[in-house]
């Protein structure tokens, strides 16, 4: 999907057919492609979904002449089957409280429901949007971001061996496990580095939230990278264009790729055991009663 305008699908198609083709005609195939990938991005969603995964990307746009960053929202759902789907990918001029907010409202109208779980990167209006969207889940903040994050407060030739010991509480069986490693990390490590430790004691909860799901879920689901790889795939389709003529265009060529990978996902093995999360619900309300 290298075409993305008039021009590059006029090249792509004469050269796939062996004859010309009529600016009108690349028009009329683009209209049909849009329509089709339109009924993809707004068809209903009946089945619930457990778990959320939401991210952005940033493409270049040019809009009145002028070439801006657009962010591309993407939303990925695990079902009850434990098949990954792509939900939504939409356009917005900047990641923002309301842009946000307006695409989990768009996934809610078509009928996004059972969610339990959300991972996200630590962006304040997408966990603004979320607890107000989808107050009934519980958000993961990624920790591969929240580890990225975290060496913006520690001196330019600081020990790596501080940020290692902090990405292996991350591999622990349970929560129990993960806070005892993180207080023995922080006597470690507070002396010499007080400004980390005191940005990792006031912000590392919300990314442990993965330890109150199965342990055969947490390392698909404390952090983005299922979504990421699919970013990656979509930077390498969109790179050989480099700055895109409208953001139609942009949608268009996203949502080919989207629907593509969701297409393979769905032949693919199952992403999840979801049996796993059934039975720890079920131990959970026992023990409850």
Wanted: glycine content about 4%.
């Amino acid at each position: 999907m290298q075409g993305v305008s008039t021009r590059k699908v006029k090249a792509i198609t004469e050269e796939l057919c062996g004859h010309a083709f009529s600016a009108s005609a690349i028009s009329a195939i683009n209209k049909r492609l849009d329509e089709s990938l339109s009924a993809f991005a707004t068809r209903p969603l009946a089945e619930p979904f457990p778990y959320l995964i939401l991210d952005a990307r940033y493409e270049k746009v040019r809009e009145g002449g002028v070439v801006m960053s657009q962010a591309v929202l993407i939303a990925v759902g695990i079902d009850w089957d434990g098949r990954r789907q792509i939900l939504a990918v939409e356009m917005a001029n900047r990641e923002s409280r309301s842009s946000w907010k307006d695409f989990l409202i768009g996934l809610r109208r078509r009928g996004l429901n059972g969610v339990e779980f959300v991972v996200a990167d630590d962006h304040a209006g997408l966990r603004a949007s979320v607890r107000e969207v989808l107050a009934e889940a519980a958000f993961q903040r990624c920790y591969v971001h929240f580890l990225r994050n975290a060496r913006d407060h520690l001196p330019r030739k600081a020990d790596d061996d501080c940020l290692q010991e902090l990405r292996w509480l991350y591999d622990r069986r349970s929560i129990d496990e993960a806070r005892r490693d993180l207080s023995a990390w922080v006597a470690k490590w507070s002396a010499r580095y007080p400004r980390l430790v005191a940005w990792v004691e006031e912000t590392i909860d919300e990314t442990l939230t993965f330890y109150r799901l199965p342990l055969q879920h947490h390392k698909h689901l404390k952090s983005t990278n299922m979504l990421e790889r699919l970013n990656e795939e979509i930077r390498r389709r969109t790179y050989v264009v480099r700055i895109f003529p409208n953001s139609d265009a942009c949608r268009r060529l996203v949502r080919a790729l989207a629907v593509e990978t969701h297409e393979n996902w769905l032949e693919a093995h199952r992403y999840l055991n979801m049996s796993d999360l059934k039975e720890l619900k079920k131990t959970q309300f026992r023990q409850a009663a």
